[in-house]
């Protein structure tokens, strides 16, 4: 594998190929970065760092589990994790769950949640602030095709949310 020399465009879709991909993502220069692939395109994010995305992020897990203990829903939560379906499609979303009978689907050590094995998450969750476009038209789609049964935008500066049912 060739070393990386070339600066990445981030927050942007740029069309590369998957191995292509997965040497950006696995560079040490974005060991912090978020990473989407999808139909010969990427898109890497530097997260938002600071109190007001934190807070954001927290009040969303907050509330969804509240919501599931309250009602007995069973439900495990993933905050920034990797789901990938190899050669083909990779999304890291700010939260995502897996709610009743998936609820325990992924074993404990799981790193990257291969979806050639494991389902897909019950619901997914992007927290946007600045990236509300992208959220509702690139990664809707993505979101969609790996099979996810429900994907909200909690739309910070609007302080809304949209739901989209699979």
């Given at each position: 594998?060739q070393?990386l020399?070339?600066?990445i465009l981030?927050?942007t879709?740029?069309?590369?190929?998957?191995?292509e991909?997965i040497?950006v993502?696995?560079?040490?220069?974005y060991n912090k970065?978020?990473?989407?692939y999808q139909?010969g395109?990427?898109?890497i994010?530097m997260?938002?760092?600071?109190?007001d995305?934190s807070?954001?992020?927290?009040?969303?897990i907050?509330?969804v589990?509240l919501?599931?203990?309250?009602k007995?829903?069973p439900?495990?939560g993933?905050?920034?994790?990797?789901y990938?379906k190899?050669g083909?499609?990779?999304?890291?979303?700010d939260?995502s769950?897996?709610?009743?009978?998936?609820?325990?689907?992924?074993p404990?050590g799981?790193?990257?949640i291969n979806?050639?094995?494991?389902p897909?998450?019950?619901?997914v969750?992007?927290?946007?602030n600045t990236?509300?476009a992208?959220?509702?038209?690139?990664k809707?789609?993505?979101y969609?095709?790996l099979?996810v049964?429900e994907?909200?935008?909690?739309?910070?500066r609007?302080v809304?949310?949209i739901a989209?049912?699979?």
């Open positions: 594998m070393e020399h070339t600066k981030t927050d879709w740029v069309t590369v190929s998957w191995d991909y040497q993502i696995e560079n040490p220069a970065a978020k990473g989407y139909d395109r990427m898109r994010e997260p938002p760092v600071g109190n995305h807070r954001d992020h927290t009040v969303i907050t509330a589990s919501f599931a203990a309250i007995g829903i439900m495990n993933n905050d920034n994790c990797t990938r190899t083909y499609s990779e999304a890291q979303p939260v769950f897996y709610i009743g009978d998936n609820a325990n689907a992924i404990y799981t790193s990257i979806l050639d094995i494991y897909p998450p019950t619901l969750i992007e927290v946007a990236s509300l992208d959220d509702q038209g690139e809707r789609l993505l969609e095709d099979g049964g994907y909200w935008i909690l739309d910070v609007n809304r949310i989209f049912a699979n």
